[in-house]
C-alpha cells in the first residue's frame, strides 16, 4: 500500500533528513541520517545520499511506500 503526501514549503529548502522526521516517516534524526546514507531514499527518481539535501518545491521523495511532493 502507498503513502503519498504533499508538504508546503513556507521557507526556501528544507533538508531532507528534516523533512523525513518531520513526516513521520522515519522515527530519528539518527535513523534518517541512517537510511539516507545507505542509499534507501530517491529524490526525483535518483537515490540521494547527501542527509542535508536541499529540498524546493516540486521535489518528489520517495522512501518506502511513502511519496512525498514538496510544494
Known amino acids: 500500500m502507498s503513502d503519498t503526501r504533499e508538504f508546503k514549503l513556507t521557507k526556501e529548502f528544507i533538508e531532507l533528513n528534516k523533512l523525513l522526521k518531520y513526516e513521520n516517516v522515519i522515527s530519528s534524526g539518527a535513523e534518517a541520517g541512517a537510511?539516507?546514507?545507505?542509499?534507501?531514499?530517491?529524490?526525483?527518481?535518483e537515490v540521494e545520499t547527501r542527509k542535508r539535501k536541499k529540498l524546493r518545491k516540486g521535489d518528489v521523495i520517495l522512501f518506502e511506500s511513502v511519496t512525498i511532493t514538496v510544494f
Open 35 to 45: 537510511v539516507i546514507s545507505e542509499g534507501y531514499v530517491l529524490v526525483n527518481g
